[in-house]
T-cell receptor
Framework: DAGVIQSPRHEVTEMGQEVTLRCKPI?????LFWYRQTMMRGLELLIY????????DSGMPEDRFSAKMPNASFSTLKIQPSEPRDSAVYFC???????????FGSGTRLTVV | AQSVTQPDIHITVSEGASLELRCNYS??????LFWYVQSPGQGLQLLLK??????LVQGIKGFEAEFKRSQSSFNLRKPSVHWSDAAEYFC????????????FGAGTRLFVKA
């Protein structure tokens, strides 16, 4: 298995632009998570899905952030409009059950200038 | 709500020396407990996990952790550190029953000196 695949690996964009981050979970994993990592705040859970349904989006910082999971093999995290304070590494993770732990992707490093 | 505390922001050990990374958690019941490792520029990798049973759990790369309910702790240990162990280590606590939410500690960065 190729693991959790995230794209792009790096994204540099200008303030105000729309940014879309993509994630392909491991086949057979029914839960997917989006995390944001910064030096100041560490790892923050933004949103997670079970069986493609959003369960908890309380970590999504603002309405500028949205996430979708149209099918079991794909999820997106969108920021519109982007701001410099959104600069961070965004991780996607998936699992087939809590007792298995998570498998993380390599992350997308987002820089908003 | 659950929380995780890793008291040490960074630790430096000599290669070949033993290692213990501390982790304390707050949760209403016995949680799922995890340790992850993150190398620079990479995602997190699961080292080991505890759900029930034997309180001493073995993981990959020669790591082990011990769950102590009385101390609400789940410390990570390794008897002999290798230079390749230099990384950031995260303790995490997960909900039991229903949700799959996992909360991560702030991390401990391990430096290994020759």
């Amino acid at each position: 298995d190729a693991g959790v695949i995230q794209s792009p690996r790096h994204e540099v964009t200008e303030m105000g632009q729309e940014v879309t981050l993509r994630c392909k979970p491991i086949s057979g994993h029914n839960s997917l998570f989006w995390y944001r990592q910064t030096m100041m705040r560490g790892l923050e859970l933004l949103i997670y899905f079970n069986n493609n349904v959003p369960i908890d989006d309380s970590g999504m910082p603002e309405d500028r952030f949205s996430a979708k999971m149209p099918n079991a093999s794909f999820s997106t995290l969108k920021i519109q409009p982007s701001e410099p304070r959104d600069s961070a590494v965004y991780f996607c993770a998936s699992t087939q059950g809590q007792n298995y732990g998570y498998t993380f992707g390599s992350g997308t490093r987002l820089t908003v200038v | 709500a659950q929380s995780v505390t890793q008291p040490d922001i960074h630790i430096t050990v000599s290669e070949g020396a033993s290692l213990e990374l501390r982790c304390n958690y707050s949760y209403g019941a016995t949680p799922y407990l995890f340790w992850y490792v993150q190398s620079p520029g990479q995602g997190l990798q699961l080292l080991l996990k505890y759900f029930s049973g034997d309180t001493l759990v073995q993981g990959i790369k020669g790591f082990e952790a011990e769950f102590k309910r009385s101390q609400s702790s789940f410390n990570l240990r390794k008897p002999s550190v290798h230079w390749s162990d230099a990384a950031e280590y995260f303790c995490a606590v997960g909900e039991r029953g229903g949700g799959f939410k996992t909360i991560f500690g702030a991390g401990t960065r391990l430096f290994v000196k020759a």
